[in-house]
T-cell receptor, first 110, second 110 residues
Framework: DGGITQSPKYLFRKEGQNVTLSCEQN?????MYWYRQDPGQGLRLIYY???????QKGDIAEGYSVSREKKESFPLTVTSAQKNPTAFYLC?????????FGDGTRLSIL | QKEVEQNSGPLSVPEGAIASLNCTYS??????FFWYRQYSGKSPELIMS????GDQEDGRFTAQLNKASQYVSLLIRDSQPSDSATYLC??????????FGDGTTLTVKP
């Protein structure tokens, strides 16, 4: 079945550590997105990519980095510069509109 | 900054009633509009898309769009306890990107 796979489902980060969240899609979508969701809040755009080897910052890119080396994959690294990383991270993809989401990764600080 | 505003909620309706969820948006040039349902702890699921003025119906769900008033709504007829969730309004723009509202939490009481 076509879909978006995020892993891991739960992730814990130690102080000063970088962690990477995986997002893979087999929908052949050109565009991929990373969002952060805090409790009781909507989705805030971190980074997006409309084509391989190209990506743009969203509204809250500070403390995060991404790469897009393959069409299917758009990993997100939460760096130690992100001082408040605890949140639900959602990856989405689209072929223009609308966006479809993976199951998310819940990140917490140890 | 493109903005999307939703009823702050929470909204509570009895089983069998009509639930009405509302959303306004700031960008008059927006062309695509979506409603997502998000169960607690889960990722958003697309339930309705609407692109032109008027009503779009799918089973018990009706999306209504009024571009002149920059207003989009979701009606849920014969509400069921399983409809209890947070509903996110999203407005699509520029090449696949979307701006999301903060969501309205709906509780359907048996």
């Amino acid at each position: 079945d076509g879909g978006i796979t995020q892993s891991p489902k739960y992730l814990f980060r130690k102080e000063g550590q970088n962690v990477t969240l995986s997002c893979e899609q087999n929908l052949n979508h050109d565009a991929m997105y990373w969002y952060r969701q805090d409790p009781g809040q909507g989705l805030r755009l971190i980074y997006y990519s409309q084509i391989v080897n190209d990506f743009q910052k969203g509204d809250i890119a500070e403390g995060y980095s991404v790469s897009r080396e393959k069409k299917e994959s758009f990993p997100l690294t939460v760096t130690s510069a992100q001082k408040n990383p605890t949140a639900f991270y959602l990856c989405a993809s689209s072929d223009n509109q609308p966006q479809h989401f993976g199951d998310g990764t819940r990140l917490s600080i140890l | 900054q493109k903005e999307v505003e939703q009823n702050s909620g929470p909204l509570s309706v009895p089983e069998g009633a009509i639930a009405s969820l509302n959303c306004t948006y700031s960008d008059r040039g927006s062309q695509s509009f979506f409603w997502y349902r998000q169960y607690s702890g889960k990722s958003p699921e697309l339930i309705m898309s609407i692109y032109s003025n008027g009503d779009q119906e799918d089973g018990r769900f009706t999306a209504q769009l009024n571009k002149a008033s920059q207003y989009v709504s979701l009606l849920i007829r014969d509400s069921q306890p399983s409809d209890s969730a947070t509903y996110l309004c999203a407005v699509g723009w520029d090449a696949g990107k979307s701006t999301f509202g903060d969501g309205t939490t709906l509780t359907v009481k048996p």
